[in-house]
């Protein structure tokens, strides 16, 4: 479908918003404080400022292709299937990107002064995100071992590892991870905290080892995940931090670390919930991946829940091949609920999708995930390095890999059954048998 015809076919399925010609001043100037900015502005990783009508201007038609696509801001979730209520959602609604497509078709106008709001104050960032909401700085920080970037170069992978400073159990309330330095965030992609210790061999929410699983994932635009009052991560004595962190070359030489914030509940305190960040993969193993040249590609795994659980986000992952992935629940009634689909993934934004207290799907033990990842191998993904190639499971960003990072509270068949007697149905999930 060309730009064109998408351009008409939003006009007509859109109704008239705005009664008036919208301007910068009134009515462009909220929407991009309220969804770009965070991005957008001085010091962070977006290629453009859009905090000023001076700095807009230029980007109009530019602006008005990406958000009339749906392209930004990156927000890639099916809006027409599963949960659609997020703690994190950055989309704009039909009305904000209608607003936006009549401003610049009306000649992207400035307006009146008056009616410019201040401009957005934003919190300082060379402190800690979440000891701003807290009041509390972090317990301790955990720093990754420094590492130089090229210039120019291929992608690397860093993966030191660091010791985490605690000598007895302690239960963790909140984890914020960032770049080192703001020029780090230059060169960071993202970074992996896996969290090592010793355990027994106990509970696993889904099916695989049982451990500590992944402690924080950090990309660009995210900031801290703070855990529900009566649930966190659990520290043991020993334990260390096994960093994975991909950096990228930007044409200057820069050298950083990655640091991981810690917030720590009282001495004691034991929650009532375990929350681990699963990996749930979209193949049975790493060679089940096989994508042959000039190809479209289905993959699909199955995970089986041991325990009643709480899903609290939704992270799907892939590289340049990757365009779509979905995760289903196939209950043990025989149901199958659609949790999400995520149908235009993008490689070089790694959402998060975090539901709110309300949306988090609730499921009994014995449920099945199932997660289905697709991969465009040809020369219509404009992503693709080469669509010749044949291609397999890999870390680099020309191999691919597929899995659906998932933050999940482990419940008690008590605590779920309790739960499924105050919500006889859960809304927001397509069921299908």
């Known amino acids: 479908m060309n730009l064109r015809l998408s351009y008409l076919i939003l006009a007509l399925s859109l109704p008239a918003f705005c009664d008036t010609v919208p301007t910068y001043n009134k009515d462009i100037a909220p929407i991009f404080q309220e969804k770009c900015e965070t991005c957008h502005r001085a010091g962070q990783g977006a290629p453009m400022n859009l905090s ?34 997020f703690a994190n959602d950055r989309s704009l609604n039909e009305k904000q990107i209608a607003t936006v497509v009549q401003w610049v078709d009306a000649g992207s106008l400035q307006g009146d002064k008056k009616d410019l709001a201040a401009a957005k104050v934003w919190p300082d960032e060379s402190g800690w995100q979440y000891a701003k909401v807290i009041g509390q700085e972090p317990d301790f920080v955990v720093k990754s071992e420094p590492y130089t970037v090229k210039a120019v170069g291929q992608d690397e992978w860093w993966k030191p590892v660091s010791d985490v400073p605690v000598t007895e159990e302690r239960w963790v309330r909140a984890v914020e991870m960032r770049a080192g330095t703001i020029a780090g965030r230059k060169i960071t992609h993202h970074a992996l905290a896996q969290l090592e210790q010793v355990e027994s061999a106990s509970t696993s929410d889904v099916g695989g080892p049982a451990g500590p699983g992944l402690f924080m994932e950090w990309a660009i635009g995210k900031s801290y995940d703070a855990f529900r009052a009566d649930s966190g991560k659990l520290l043991l004595p020993g334990s260390k931090i096994r960093w994975d962190i991909h950096y990228h070359s930007v044409g200057e030489a820069i050298r950083d670390h990655v640091e ?89 934004w790694m959402n998060a999708y975090i539901y709110t207290d309300e949306s988090a ?55 779920y059954n309790d739960w499924a007697v105050k919500h006889k149905t859960k809304p927001n999930l397509a069921s299908r048998k």
């Open 260 to 348: 991981l914030a810690v917030y720590l509940y009282p001495v004691g305190y034991k929650p009532l919930h375990r929350v681990r960040l699963s990996s749930l993969s979209a193949y049975p193993t790493n060679s089940d991946l096989d994508i042959p040249p000039n190809s479209i590609t289905q993959t699909q795994s199955f995970h089986v829940m041991k325990s009643a659980g709480r899903i609290e986000s939704f992270q799907p992952h892939m590289h340049l091949r990757g365009k779509a992935m979905s995760l289903e629940a196939i209950l043990p009634t025989g149901e199958v609920q659609m949790i999400n689909y995520v149908d235009k993934f993008n490689f070089n």
């Open 361 to 415: 799907p609730v499921l009994p033990r014995g449920t099945i995930l199932r997660v289905t990842a697709y991969y465009d191998n040809t020369i219509a993904n404009k992503d693709n390095p080469d669509p010749d190639q044949w291609v397999g499971y890999g870390d680099r960003t020309v191999d691919e890999m597929g899995h659906s990072w998932n933050n999940i509270t482990n419940l008690t068949d008590a605590e």
């Open 52 to 85: 000023t009508y001076e700095e807009v201007r230029p980007w109009a038609k530019s602006i008005k292709q990406r958000v009339a696509t749906r392209n930004m801001p990156p927000w890639h979730i099916d809006k027409t299937t599963g949960i659609q209520q």
